[in-house]
């Protein structure tokens, strides 16, 4: 059975940090992973896909890595702003038969503050 | 233009009522999916269709039955509503060459 956890629970920065959120999975055979943001009382808003065969994915100041074998990602965020605060939430799909199924972890609470 | 739009997005309800949940994409995706976030901002599959077949069907009473109209649409429709009913519930999107999934708004049950 596939797990998800996600490392810190939470985090707060100042504005214009770097920071890493960091995902790991215990069923390395998993099709691809995705990262989602979640404001408050909102949808998921995906950021980044990365296909099992990929090590990494970029999208603005938002860099997604992929280490399969050792069941990790992390989620750089570049220049960090206060807009970027929400919930970091990492799924990975199942391969196979599953069509896609998502296994989420708990998710990072990211708080930046001015 | 809204991608994967849910119906509606609070419902209150009493114990025992009988209440559905609708979906729609409009982004061409075969597969879609229905999620719950619990209290604790967990979220866990529920269902999923593919081409308005059953393929996922997680642990769940079987008070909830969705259905699939057409491709475009998954409703969930929920009996005898519980207590432990009440979280957010997400619809889904997906195209089968990815599985990138697309998000609705989620609807917010409160069961009281």
């Known amino acids: 059975k596939q797990e998800v956890t996600q490392i810190p629970a939470a985090l707060s920065v100042p504005e214009g940090e770097n920071l890493v959120l960091n995902c790991s999975f215990t069923?390395?055979?998993?099709?691809?992973l995705q990262w989602f943001r979640q404001d408050p009382g909102k949808g998921l808003t995906s950021l980044l896909l990365?296909?099992?065969?990929?090590r990494e994915q970029t999208s603005g100041r938002l860099n997604a890595s992929l280490d399969k074998s050792s069941g990790r990602s992390t989620l750089y965020i570049a220049a960090s702003q206060p807009g970027d605060s929400a919930t970091y939430l990492c799924?990975?799909?199942?391969?196979?038969?599953?069509?896609?199924?998502?296994?989420f972890g708990q998710g990072t609470i990211l708080t930046v503050h001015p | 233009d809204t991608a994967v739009s849910q119906t509606p997005k609070y419902l209150v309800t009493q114990m025992g009522n009988d209440k559905s949940i609708k979906c729609e994409q409009n982004?061409?995706?075969?597969?879609m999916y229905w999620y719950k976030q619990d209290s604790k901002k967990f979220l866990k599959i529920m269902f999923s269709?593919?081409?308005?077949?059953?393929?996922i069907n997680e642990t769940v009473p079987n008070r909830f039955s969705p259905k699939s109209p057409d491709k475009a649409h998954l409703n969930l429709h929920i009996n005898s509503l519980e207590l432990g009913d009440s979280a957010v519930y997400f619809c889904a999107s997906a195209h089968t060459r990815s599985y990138e999934q697309y998000f609705g708004p989620g609807t917010r049950l409160t069961v009281t």
């Open positions: 799924a990975v799909h199942a391969g196979g038969t599953s069509y896609g199924k998502l296994t």
């Open positions: 982004l061409g995706h075969d597969t």
């Open positions: 269709y593919n081409n308005k077949e059953l393929i």
């Open positions: 069923d390395s055979a998993i099709y691809n």
């Open positions: 990365i296909q099992s065969s990929q």
